[in-house]
């Protein structure tokens, strides 16, 4: 968790700082064709980063489905122990 809020932060740190960056002068001609190549490739490593992310989401919320009915059962142990 540490992790991913570290990375949330240091992006909207990235964040802040393109967007204060003045406008750079238009490139060469070769430039627009080499945006798209890099278009996709930062698409396809968002889509990686998404199912890892998603991956790790549904784990985490099939262990708490699992150690629920735990706790509930633990819950019930002790209102038993408190009758007694």
């Keep these: 968790m ?3 809020l570290a990375t949330l ?3 909207l740190f990235s964040a802040a700082v393109f967007a204060q960056a003045p406008a750079a002068a238009p490139a060469a001609a ?5 945006a798209p190549a890099a278009k996709v490739e930062a698409k396809a490593e968002a889509k ?10 549904e ?6 489905k ?9 819950k ?3 209102k038993e122990e408190k009758k007694s």
Excluded: H, M, N, Y
Aim: proline share 5%; hydrophobic share 45%.
């Design 30 to 34: 070769a430039a627009p064709a080499a």
């Design 2 to 4: 540490t992790k991913l």
């Design 48 to 57: 990686k980063e998404e199912k890892a992310v998603k991956a790790k989401a």
């Design 66 to 74: 699992k150690a629920a009915p735990k706790a509930e059962v633990k």
């Design 9 to 11: 932060i240091a992006g």
């Design 76 to 78: 019930e142990e002790k």
């Design 59 to 64: 784990k985490k919320v099939a262990k708490a």
